[in-house]
């Protein structure tokens, strides 16, 4: 039944973030390419300059938890059963992604949210595997 239900799910999800990544919240097109590739350090002043926890559990947290339900793609293309396909594949679709918000100047292409996301999605594999362990017969 999990299987099943990702499988309905899982499109208009990934559609829905595709949305929130070029025209979400309030997005509208830069006058300039813009391009953080200094790791880490962009995330920590990030931090640094937000105004409340909120603005940064927004942004930080979810750029690691709305990514989490990619880390179950191995339940419908059996090739992403293993962690290293599963991220090598991702991580080419989001450093695509983020190419895209750059040259459509409706995001910024940052590292940082390739690594945060790759992480979400590393959870994600991990809980997968959980949930394929602890209840076997309801992946159907």
């Given at each position: 039944?999990?299987?099943?239900?990702?499988?309905?799910?899982i499109v208009p999800y990934t559609l829905f973030?595709?949305?929130?990544?070029?025209?979400?919240?309030?997005?509208?097109?830069?006058?300039?390419?813009?391009?953080?590739?200094?790791?880490?350090?962009?995330?920590?002043?990030?931090?640094?300059?937000?105004?409340?926890?909120?603005?940064?559990?927004?942004?930080?947290?979810?750029?690691?938890?709305?990514?989490?339900?990619?880390?179950?793609?191995?339940?419908?293309?059996?090739?992403?059963?293993?962690?290293?396909?599963?991220?090598?594949?991702?991580?080419?679709?989001?450093?695509?992604?983020?190419?895209?918000?750059?040259?459509?100047?409706?995001?910024?292409?940052?590292?940082?949210?390739?690594?945060?996301?790759?992480?979400?999605?590393f959870l994600g594999f991990l809980m997968k595997?959980?949930?394929?362990?602890?209840?076997?017969?309801?992946?159907?």
């Amino acid at each position: 039944m999990l299987k099943k239900s990702y499988k309905i799910i899982i499109v208009p999800y990934t559609l829905f973030l595709l949305y929130l990544m070029f025209f979400g919240m309030g997005r509208t097109q830069m006058e300039d390419n813009l391009l953080t590739i200094e790791p880490i350090f962009s995330t920590i002043n990030f931090i640094k300059g937000c105004i409340s926890w909120k603005e940064i559990v927004t942004i930080v947290a979810g750029n690691v938890v709305m990514f989490i339900p990619f880390g179950f793609l191995g339940w419908i293309f059996p090739r992403l059963q293993s962690l290293q396909n599963l991220l090598f594949t991702f991580i080419s679709a989001i450093t695509i992604v983020e190419a895209l918000q750059y040259f459509s100047r409706m995001g910024i292409f940052e590292v940082d949210d390739i690594i945060l996301n790759t992480f979400g999605v590393f959870l994600g594999f991990l809980m997968k595997n959980f949930i394929e362990k602890r209840f076997p017969n309801r992946m159907v």
